[in-house]
């Protein structure tokens, strides 16, 4: 293993962070893809999955959210090759980067370029979403965000039918690790009535060397500031609630209150991973709607309030053990 490889990724969280590792690993990468008309909206996960026994593949999972099916694309090890310069991924024929994806699949052909990319600032003390966890070398599962939102031009052929995506609005994240958490609730949504906003949430059961503790991270994109509402920026979650038909949270902050509230869609089944195998299973609307309001703390002012629509929504685990204690 090339050490620099290793440090350069683990300061630019979008890039393959596995160097190095041969078994327990998975990493894979979310690019949300919504047409102008909002009548297709997809999700195309590439990742590279590493069991204990040393067995590995690559694969490319396929969900359609507005028809709630999924697909998994299998691939050999040897078919996944990342970048070590920069976010660029191959799997066999398939492209996937920052400025766009490239698809040669059973099912789905074609390209689509993404422009106005917006990243989640990133810090040499702070790289990414998971600021100072970035350096600690155990968690079970890392996240990153590669694009709050962009604007996609292109097209797809998905299953004989030619779908343009030109004027459609797009998302990308990415998790790695060994497992999902045992228990969390993810959203997200960048379909509000003004464009250029973008919202998720993620609150998850964290293994921790004294126990485990619940972890969360939201960010609200809102023209040109994020406001962020972490645990390393000294943010309570003040509130969780779930139940059959809706999910309610709510984050508190020395200076903002950030409320949001989502119903409960029918899902979509996808494979996740368990010790670095992809045998276990979630489940994922990419239908729902995210209502939020942002309070500005010390004059009860709303900042902002608004719906975002083909927001995805996944609730996995023993949810109870999430809420504040």
């Not at 590792?21 to 893809?33: C, D, Q």
């Not at 059961?205 to 406001?227: E, H, S």
Request: charged share 20%; net charge neutral.
């Amino acid at each position: 293993m090339d050490i620099r490889k290793k440090i350069k990724s683990l300061f630019n969280p979008p890039m393959y962070q596995g160097w190095g590792n041969t078994r327990r690993y998975f990493e894979g990468w979310y690019f949300k893809v919504v047409n102008a008309s909002e009548t297709e909206a997809y999700a195309f996960i590439p990742g590279i999955a590493m069991e204990e026994s040393g067995e590995s593949h690559a694969f490319i999972q396929l969900l359609d959210g507005k028809e709630k099916r999924s697909e998994y694309f299998s691939f050999d090890a040897g078919a996944f090759l990342p970048s070590s310069k920069n976010f660029e991924v191959s799997i066999g024929n398939n492209h996937f980067s920052t400025g766009g994806i490239r698809l040669d699949l059973p099912s789905v052909t074609g390209s689509l370029e993404f422009s106005g990319v917006v990243p989640w600032p990133n810090r040499w003390y702070s790289p990414g979403i998971m600021g100072p966890y970035t350096f600690v070398p155990f968690m079970e599962c890392n996240h990153g965000i590669v694009s709050m939102d962009h604007s996609l031009s292109g097209s797809l052929t998905v299953n004989g039918e030619l779908i343009d995506f030109t004027g459609g609005r797009g998302y990308i994240e990415k998790d790695w690790g060994h497992s999902f958490p045992s228990a969390y609730i993810w959203m997200q949504s960048n379909h509000f009535s003004t464009p250029g906003i973008s919202f998720k949430a993620s609150v998850a059961r964290i293994p921790w060397v004294t126990g485990k503790f619940t972890g969360f991270i939201a960010g609200l994109w809102l023209g040109d500031r994020l406001y962020r509402f972490t645990e390393y920026n000294r943010t309570r979650l003040s509130s969780l609630s779930v139940t059959s038909s809706a999910i309610e949270l709510e984050f508190r902050n020395s200076n903002s209150i950030i409320s949001i509230s989502a119903p409960v869609d029918k899902p979509t089944a996808l494979a996740a991973p368990v010790k670095g195998m992809m045998g276990g299973r979630i489940e994922e609307s990419m239908t729902s709607v995210i209502s939020l309001t942002l309070t500005e703390r010390s004059t009860g002012r709303i900042i902002y309030t608004g719906e975002g629509r083909n927001a995805c929504i996944e609730i996995s685990g023993d949810i109870q053990s999430l809420s504040p204690r």
